[in-house]
């Protein structure tokens, strides 16, 4: 990975992650603050490249920042366990399968609600009945 020291710009393009973000990881304690140089520059290493990686690859994953904050707790403290990892994953897994089971009930509405509309310049709109509509689910 790193052959030497490199500073946040340079984590930021290597990895693509924004400097803002990196900035963010930070304060909020899932990076950890890079030693500095003498010239008060911070000096990240490949430690800090892994770990951001890490990050980054849980949040596409959807994993909040409180599951990865305990994922990367678990590693810190080099208490890692299978089964404490399979019971988060699982738990984020079955809520992902919630929101995929709330957008096909979405695209389904929305589909029918579409369907129904003339798209002519008429004062009714199916939508917007729908939309006022009390029985509305």
Do not use: W
């Not at 946040?8 to 990881?25: F, H, P, W």
């Not at 990050?55 to 810190?76: H, K, Q």
């Not at 738990?91 to 798209?119: A, F, N, P, W, Y």
């Amino acid at each position: 990975m790193m052959a030497k020291e490199i500073t946040r710009g340079q984590l930021a393009k290597r990895s693509g992650c924004n400097i803002e973000t990196i900035r963010y990881y930070e304060k909020i304690g899932l990076m950890p603050e890079p030693p500095r140089s003498a010239s008060g520059y911070r000096q990240y290493d490949e430690n800090h490249e892994r770990r951001l990686l890490f990050v980054m690859r849980g949040r596409e994953l959807g994993f909040t920042i409180a599951d990865l904050t305990s994922l990367l707790d678990l590693v810190d403290r080099r208490a890692v366990s299978c089964g404490e990892v399979e019971k988060l994953a699982r738990s984020h897994l079955r809520s992902v399968q919630e929101k995929i089971s709330d957008l096909k009930r979405m695209e389904s509405t929305l589909s029918d609600t579409v369907r129904s509309c003339s798209g002519q310049d008429v004062p009714d709109c199916p939508l917007i009945d729908r939309l006022f509509d009390t029985e509305f689910n």
